[in-house]
Each structure stands twice: as C-alpha cells, then as structure tokens.
T-cell receptor, first 112, second 116 residues
Framework: GAGVSQSPSNKVTEKGKDVELRCDPI?????LYWYRQRLGQGLEFLIY????????KSGLPSDRFSAERTGESVSTLTIQRTQQEDSAVYLC??????????FGPGTRLTVL | AQSVTQLGSHVSVSEGALVLLRCNYS??????LFWYVQYPNQGLQLLLK??????LVKGINGFEAEFKKSETSFHLTKPSAHMSDAAEYFC??????????????FGQGTTLQVKP
C-alpha cells in the first residue's frame, strides 16, 4: 500500500486479557517504530526494529509488552494481561532512506 | 539524553494572524528536528524537518521553522492562519547517524485553535 497501515483501528478489551496489534510498514522501509500516545500526553517511544538486527526494546514499559517483526515486513505488538493504564493510541511508523518517519493511523486501545 | 519542550499546550489565534508555536530542544549530538501535525482522529503527518542543511526550513501548508543552535530552538511559524490549521502540533528530536536508532523524542504537543 501507499502508507503505513495498522489494525485494528479500535480495540476494546477487558482488564487481564491479551491483545495483539498489527502494523504493515511502507514497502522497502527497513526501520520500524512503535510509539504510544496516552490521553493528553505526547508520544512515547516503545520499540525499534532495523532489518534483522536485534530490536531496541528500551521504551517498553513492562515485561507485559513485546513485539515481533519478521524481516522487513509486518510487525505485531502484544500486550499481555492488559491493565487500564495501557489504554492509549498505539502508533506505528516506518522510516524512509531520507530519515523521515511515516506514521500509520494508529490503534485506539481501551481497557475496561 | 535528548528532550523537547513545547511552550504552551494551547495556542489560540485569529484567522489570518501569525502562528508561532515554540519548541526548545536538548541534545548532546547534532539533532535532527521535526514538526508533525495531528488532525483529530488521524495519525501524524510530517510538516517539515531539519537535518543539518539550511537552518530555515520550509514545509507543507505554508509552515516554516528556523533552527537556532544558540537558542536551542526550532519554532514553527506561519504568516497567516487558516481555519484548517486547527490541530495538534508536535515537535520532535532524533539522534541520527551510525549506531543510533533515530527514534523520535516528542514534546507534549500544542493544540492550535483558530478563531474566525
């Protein structure tokens, strides 16, 4: 596709359930990022993938959060045993050769 | 460590007036600086970026920003506001170059209101 896509666009879950969020980057972009945007706050970096290198997980807030990416394709962000404070918009971005990050529309996660 | 401070969480201007959104950064390495805009219920769209070339950067929709190293600032301006400019604006800094991730560190955002 022309841009970064994310699914689902909205996810409502119950506290304690696991959720999986998906990101399809722009074709050819080797770098992929996940960010979190909580209500009324700026964006927080979560995790970074670059090709087949080990990911930078320094932004993950707890061990309940994990992410995978196979090669230079789709990435999934998994949150286990969701808590209410996990409610946020989760944004994915892929980076071009000109160092510009292009963002997807985000997944709005609501934990009840 | 890098950080970004956006002065003013809300800015209100009249249509046709000058828009000035302030951003100050902290970085131990030469920074790359970005302004993104977020319209309601949408993702972030790049307005402009500074990557160590010209200090005055022109972006989309008539916006521009000037990198001032001595002031560690990267303020966003537009000579004449349009109603369609109402949105949330984010300033961000990243570390580029070999060995760095290029992750973006964002400011808290500034909501721009444009009054008729």
């Amino acid at each position: 596709g022309a841009g970064v896509s994310q699914s689902p666009s909205n996810k409502v879950t119950e506290k304690g359930k696991d959720v999986e969020l998906r990101c399809d980057p722009i074709s050819g972009h080797t770098a992929l990022y996940w960010y979190r945007q909580r209500l009324g706050q700026g964006l927080e970096f979560l995790i970074y993938f670059q090709g087949n290198s080990a990911p930078d997980k320094s932004g993950l807030p707890s061990d309940r959060f994990s992410a995978e990416r196979t090669g230079e394709s789709v990435s999934t962000l998994t949150i286990q045993r969701t808590q209410q404070e996990d409610s946020a918009v989760y944004l994915c971005a892929s980076r071009s050769l000109t160092d510009t990050q292009y963002f997807g529309p985000g997944t709005r996660l609501t934990v009840l | 460590a890098q950080s970004v401070t956006q002065l003013g969480s809300h800015v209100s201007v009249s249509e046709g007036a000058l828009v000035l959104l302030r951003c100050n950064y902290s970085s131990s390495v030469p920074p790359y600086l970005f302004w993104y805009v977020q319209y309601p219920n949408q993702g972030l769209q790049l307005l402009l970026k500074y990557t160590s070339a010209a200090t005055l950067v022109k972006g989309i929709n008539g916006f521009e920003a000037e990198f001032k190293k001595s002031e560690t600032s990267f303020h966003l301006t537009k000579p004449s506001a349009h109603m369609s400019d109402a949105a949330e604006y984010f300033c961000a800094v990243s570390d580029q170059g070999s060995g760095n991730t290029g992750k973006l560190i964002f400011g808290q955002g500034t909501t721009l209101q444009v009054k008729p």
